[in-house]
């Protein structure tokens, strides 16, 4: 599961252990009596940890998971494309530790301080960037996540531009197309990154697993769609959600290199992207 799927369920949890506070809440597959755990359950009240339930207490199984997903049309889908339901998906939730608020903080200090170092004026916003998705390169999901990619010139042509009045942070991993100009801290694992989005003004980037952060910790976004998936489907209507409408759109193509998603690179300027950061930091 990916940590959007897994943040979107938390609000589905959350509504099921009040109507069953006396049982176990878990997330997983009923077919296969399996339970996953993800870092995003962690401090969840309202999700018990699988590999850690009391005997003594009823266990409600919800069924979540790559075969159950709300916003995918099974019987349409085949195998090399996803068709899409209409879908709104309601913002998750997620739960700091103390530690992971502070470490926090401090990360937007040294972001404060690199900033200063490089700047003799004020900044205007604080941005939370992700440019890429960390399976961009894996060998299961690597067509889907290129497919869905704005493409790593783009996004250095936007920050680029942004980083000349913005305090951007850039989230990285190893194969992040990282950009020297901008902050971008070391070593921040997804919960420690959430946390330092939760002390930013908005995010920018990808529809993605920080879309669905940013939707939880009810910050505004713009992110990237592409042709590739519907705001319809998986969208927050207070989200800036850039989409490329198109008779082909949304593809769901994932076992191959789509040349409708290349032309929504395309379609997709920086300008466009621009324009819809200025909607948001206007309003």
């Known amino acids: 599961m990916g940590y959007g799927d897994d943040l979107m369920v938390t609000a589905l949890a959350a509504r099921v252990k009040k109507q069953f506070s006396e049982r176990q809440i878990i997330i997983g ?126 996004w250095n042509k936007l920050i680029d531009i942004l980083r000349k009045d913005n305090l951007i942070i850039q989230s990285i991993h190893k194969k992040s197309n990282k950009n020297l100009s901008v902050f971008c ?34 910050k505004k976004a713009v992110l990237y769609f592409g042709g590739w998936i519907t705001p319809e489907a998986i969208g927050y209507d207070f989200h800036e959600n850039i989409y490329y409408e198109n008779d082909l759109s949304p593809c769901g193509e994932y076992k191959k290199l789509c040349n409708h998603c290349d032309d929504a690179r395309k379609v997709i300027s920086v300008d466009v992207f621009l324009k819809y950061i200025e909607k948001i930091t206007s309003s």
């Open 29 to 154: 597959n009923s077919n296969e009596n399996t339970a996953f755990h993800s870092p995003i359950y962690d401090n969840n009240p309202n999700i018990a940890d699988c590999r850690n339930l009391k005997k003594n207490k009823p266990i409600h199984l919800i069924n979540y998971n790559p075969s159950n997903r709300p916003y995918i049309d099974y019987n349409k889908s085949t195998k090399s494309k996803y068709v899409w339901r209409k879908f709104k998906p309601e913002p998750g939730q997620i739960f700091f530790t103390k530690k992971e608020k502070s470490d926090a903080k401090k990360i937007i200090s040294q972001a404060l301080e690199f900033w200063n170092n490089n700047n003799n004026k004020n900044y205007k916003n604080i941005i939370f960037i992700e440019t890429s998705s960390t399976k961009i390169h894996d060998r299961q999901f690597s067509i889907k996540h290129q497919n869905k990619d704005w493409g790593h010139e783009n």
């Open 185 to 218: 801290p070391e070593n921040m694992n997804f919960r420690l990154a959430c946390a330092v989005l939760n002390e930013a003004d908005f995010y920018v980037g990808p529809e993605g697993g920080f879309g669905h952060v940013a939707a939880a910790l009810n």
